[in-house]
């Protein structure tokens, strides 16, 4: 196995290479073929071994061949050891009811979220993240964990779609999020709610009261327009708008940012509300702020991981790459 396997192409230079130190070879003895004097030629040739010099090409070819594959980092058999992850437990709260779909920010308001998510999950920093989705209901998309790839992938299968039941029960999901924050996060959590501040449920503030008693920041990012607009009906792929989002009687549905709740929401729990805009400073705003946390010990954890062996070619080109230079290519 290789870490960078692409490097092993370099490998191919390695016959060209020793075609040209064969011509090179050719074209000495022909440049010495035309000096005339045979007698000056056979002392010349004779002076130098060319079992040795043959010996010292192969020498440097094996080098640079080891050297080609150290850079491609092999590795093989595993190892084990106890990582500590020191940092904040985040839980990201995303909103999945259909109002997300709104185009009123660019893409719309889920894409939007979801870019603030990752932000998040790139940049975590050994923190443990987790992700909740809600809409009418909330569910658990992954609990806690410091696996940002594996977070990821979670997040970009993300859609209105992950919720049957819509509307938008910002308490519900508040809730679910602090039950998945265990013990070990106390005092050190942090629940990022990613919303267009649409609520259908109502008690949203008595959920976030209950998160200060818990020190558990709430930070907030707004997504929409104060104007609003309306929601997008999608075809049964959900690939393609066929028109604007109707009620039971026909009327055209609009949607707009609920900037106030999620404002009151943040400020209960001692944390920062931002409306998402085109800049994108909502994201390095969010970031600042838990970064001001301070990180603690929150778990170890056994990684096996699999144990690069690079050092051992590169070892043993410099030790061939001594014997080159020890050879003399003149006989004693």
Known sequence: MFSYPFALILLLTLPPIALFIIWRAGARDRRMARLGDPAIISQLADSVSPRRRRIKHILKLIVLALLIIALAQPTWGIAEEVVTAEGVAVMVVLDVSR??????????????????????FEDN??????????????IVQFPLTTDSRSALTFLDAASTRAITRQGTAIRGALLLAMETLDERVAGRSVI????????HEGGVLSAAQMAAERDIVIHAVGYGTLSGTTIPELSADGQATIGARTDRAGNVITTRLEEDLLLQIAETTGGIYRRAGESGIENIDLANAINEIEAQELENRLQIRRVERFALFIFFGLMLMTVETMIPERRP
């Open 99 to 120: 109002s997300m779909k709104a185009e009123d920010v660019s893409p719309n308001r889920l894409e939007r979220a979801k870019l603030t998510a990752r932000t998040l």
């Open 125 to 138: 920093e050994g923190n443990l993240v987790g992700l909740v989705l809600f809409a009418a209901d909330a």
């Open 192 to 199: 990022v709610l990613l919303s267009d501040g649409e609520d």
